[in-house]
Nanobody, 121 residues
Framework: QVQLVESGGGLVQAGGSLRLSCAAS????????MGWYRQAPGKEREFVAM??????????DYADSVKDRFTISRDNARNAVYLDMNSLNPEDPAIYYC????????????WGQGPQVTVSS
């Protein structure tokens, strides 16, 4: 049973920083993508960042809205993925969801519970 447990959300002033962590368990994660989505009130869930696995190694993708401000990283020894968020602004408050999309004959997307990130002006 795959489980994703996030931590690190909270309240921060505009311009501040937060780090989100996601601890994964239940399978091997070295050869899968791991990433983050977010959902603000009244809006659809949107892509934030992903660290993608291929036989050549890992690459990171970012939404344009967070590029150069957010950094995604992973620690395979800890089965963890992190999201370092800098220069937070009023567009960033949302519930942030850790996700592990597992491809295969039966593709499955795993999701965490989603910590809240709030930015005060």
């Amino acid at each position: 049973q795959v489980q994703l447990v996030e931590s690190g959300g909270g309240l921060v002033q505009a311009g501040g920083s937060l780090r989100l962590s996601c601890a994964a368990s239940g399978r091997t994660f070295t050869n899968v993508d791991m990433g983050w989505y977010r959902q603000a009130p009244g809006k659809e869930r949107e892509f934030v960042a992903m660290t993608r696995w291929s036989w050549r190694g890992y690459n990171s993708d970012y939404a344009d809205s967070v590029k150069d401000r957010f950094t995604i990283s992973r620690d395979n020894a800890r089965n963890a993925v992190y999201l370092d968020m800098n220069s937070l602004n009023p567009e960033d408050p949302a519930i942030y969801y850790c996700t592990v999309p597992v491809a295969g004959p039966v593709a499955v997307d795993y999701w965490g519970q989603g910590p809240q990130v709030t930015v005060s002006s």
